[in-house]
């Protein structure tokens, strides 16, 4: 068995603010740290049965793109439920929940460079 660590760095301002966020992976091969301006991270806790999350942006992601990484995550959601569990119909729900929400964000884009 080998073991792999995720290191992640983040940079707080003085009001304990996400300024940078860095991460690695031992397995990658390398010591580099990548840049990141957001992360989410989720784990189960099996025995209260429950989520644990950590979510952190810094103040350089644009709002669109927080967007966008929010139906990243949750279309990901999507091919790891199919992939885990073989349950298609919740999979195909999830991406079309997903494409709901893309639809919404390209209008508000577009709505909001009409306006100005």
């Known amino acids: 068995m080998s073991i792999a660590d995720i290191t992640f760095r983040v940079h707080l301002d003085e009001k304990k603010m996400p300024k940078k966020i860095l991460w690695q992976a031992s397995d990658k091969g390398n010591n ?8 989410s991270i989720s784990t189960w806790h099996p025995q209260k049965k429950h989520t644990l999350r950590i979510d952190l942006w ?16 949750i279309g990901s959601l999507g091919q790891s439920i199919l992939k885990a569990t073989g349950d ?22 577009t709505t909001k460079k009409h306006d100005n």
């Open 58 to 73: 810094t103040d350089k992601m644009p709002i669109h793109e927080m967007k966008y990484f929010t139906v990243d995550i």
């Open 32 to 39: 580099h740290f990548e840049e990141a301006q957001a992360l």
């Open 88 to 109: 298609e119909k919740m999979a195909k729900n999830i991406n079309k929940f997903c494409e709901t929400l893309v639809q919404h964000i390209k209008k508000s884009t």
